[in-house]
């Protein structure tokens, strides 16, 4: 799995300039997925999502507010222990199971070790990686992507505090006012609470969020950026070699194309797209070692092998000194963060399995990241009963014995609200989907929130639709034509449809259950302000906190 990567970034998507020969093999040599959609636009509801099956708010990973994501390793929320994931359905099942790479679901709940949101705790028998993710705080240099409001509220306060504090010193020295000296105090007092609060946790960051666990050990605090690509590609390949001779999984969670991009030399400066092009390169390089690794060992034939990106490319990552650092979503309307919008969830889906799968199959249907968890339940012969999934078992299509999705309708969320649904009627190419709402994009007239650099999802900053934009996506996949009663005989049917799908949909929400159909609790609320802020106590520290800092012993690769 990719990390922000755009579906128009990849040769076999339609991408001319870029270069990904070892992902367009695997397509050429498997299934492509030409409407593969993410169950949200951003990291951790997505990831939740394709870990679970589920729609994120299921897990309770739907947001209210401005942050859609886990920001602090420190944090409290996470993917709950209560929570199944397809590894650990596959761990039941006598696969060893492995995770290299971005985790962004949470470590800890009540104290520093307890690890319940650890992946270990869901299924994974091996982890190594960044339980966070990487992001630009990790790179000096590179700016911060954590509360850029809040910290600038935060040291603008403090340094008010400071002056005032010592405008009053001043004052009583002075003989000019009797201050008192309790004031004073208190005053003094509040400003060093004013300036922890915003120092700590913000001008630490890099120490804080970038590690790498290997287990639930922390092995390196903070990360050497450079020499993580080879990092991850090493350990994925030790895993697949040890587990040669038994069944097993391995999730490879790749860091590339989050930012910050990298500059590794090998890769720097040779594609015709600056660094986010020589990043995208140098993924596809990893993607064929690791191909290879497979391959050479024998394994090709029993062993199935999916490509994927988390959501969409980020449209307003850009400066002036690198360019352009997020995505093109090809075609596709909008990128991460901007709901239902096609940019940001159509997604590369790419299941190469020799002998197996037909080499150079295209399905051109409706389908889920949340798919692959059914899909590895079948393969598995894991017959267990589960709770409600939303993703369908995917063998079927990819095997060719049917031609239709069982994804009639698919809905899409903006943190908790529901953003969007499709429909894809049986027996019809089309696919209509309603826009419920839609953020409002930044300065007018742009296709983005380059403002505030990330779109949200509730208040001033939507605009909501009644009836709503309908779009149909075969004939207007750019999502540039809203249908009318005039211009789509359909038009009134097609809403009535959705509705109804919509309400089936929400009745069996445990959070906002209105039938007997709903058979779960509601799940705790992750992406409350109490969960999301940092809390000492559950800081991952090698060290002893807050004196935290080790470097990975490793051999050069």
Known sequence: MADDLGIGDIGCYGNTTIRTPNIDRLASEGVKLTQHIAAAPLCTPSRAAFMTGRYALRSGFGSRGRVQVLLFLGGSGGLSPKETTFAKRLQQQGYTTGLVGKWHLGVNCEHRGDHCHHPNQHG????????????????????????????????????????????????????????????????????????????????????????????????????????????????????????????????????????????????????????????????????????????????????????????????????????????????????????????????????????????????????????????????????????????????????????????????????????????????????????????????????????TKICMCHGERVTHHNPPLLYDLFHDPSESRPLTPDSEPRYTEVLEQITKAVEKHKSSLPDEAVSADAQETAPDAEMTWEKILWKPWLQPCCGTFPFCGCREDRPEI
Request: aromatic content about 12%.
């Open 124 to 451: 994974f028998n091996y982890y190594y990686g960044l339980p966070f993710t990487l992001f630009n705080d990790c790179t000096p240099g590179e700016g911060s992507d954590v509360m850029n409001a809040e910290q600038n509220m935060l040291q603008n306060m403090a340094l008010m505090l400071g002056v005032g504090l010592l405008t009053l010193i001043c004052v009583r020295v002075c003989g000019l006012l009797d201050v008192s000296l309790w004031l004073l105090v208190a005053l003094f007092s509040f400003t060093i609470v004013v300036n922890a609060v915003w120092y700590v946790p913000f001008k630490h960051l890099r120490t804080w969020n970038c590690i790498i666990m290997r287990n639930q050990d922390v092995i390196e605090q903070p990360i050497t950026v450079e020499t993580l690509p080879q990092r991850l590609l090493g350990e994925a390949q030790d895993f697949i070699r040890r587990n040669r001779d038994q069944p097993f999984l391995l999730f490879f969670s790749l860091a590339h194309t989050h930012t910050p991009l990298f500059q590794t030399p090998t890769f720097a400066g040779k594609s015709r797209h600056g660094r986010y092009g020589d990043n995208i390169e140098e993924m596809d390089w990893l993607i064929g070692q690791l191909t290879k690794t497979v391959d050479s060992l024998g394994l090709a034939n029993n062993t199935l092998m999916y490509f994927t990106s988390d959501h969409g490319g980020h449209l307003e990552d850009r400066d002036s000194r690198t360019g352009q650092k997020g995505g093109w979503n090809g075609i596709y309307r909008g990128g991460k963060a901007m709901g239902g919008w096609e940019g940001g969830i159509r997604v590369p889906g790419i299941f190469r399995w020799p002998g197996r799968l037909a080499a150079g199959t295209e399905v051109d249907e409706p389908t889920s990241l949340m798919d692959l968890y059914p899909t590895l339940k079948h393969l598995a012969e894991d017959t267990q009963p589960d709770r409600h999934l939303d993703g369908h078992n995917l063998m079927p299509l990819l095997d060719g014995k049917v031609k239709t999705s069982k994804h009639e309708f698919m809905f899409h969320y903006c943190g908790a609200y529901l953003n969007a649904a499709r429909w894809h009627p049986p027996g019809s190419n089309s696919v209509y989907k309603a826009h419920f709402f839609t953020p409002n994009f930044s300065p007018p007239g742009a296709v983005g929130c380059y403002h």
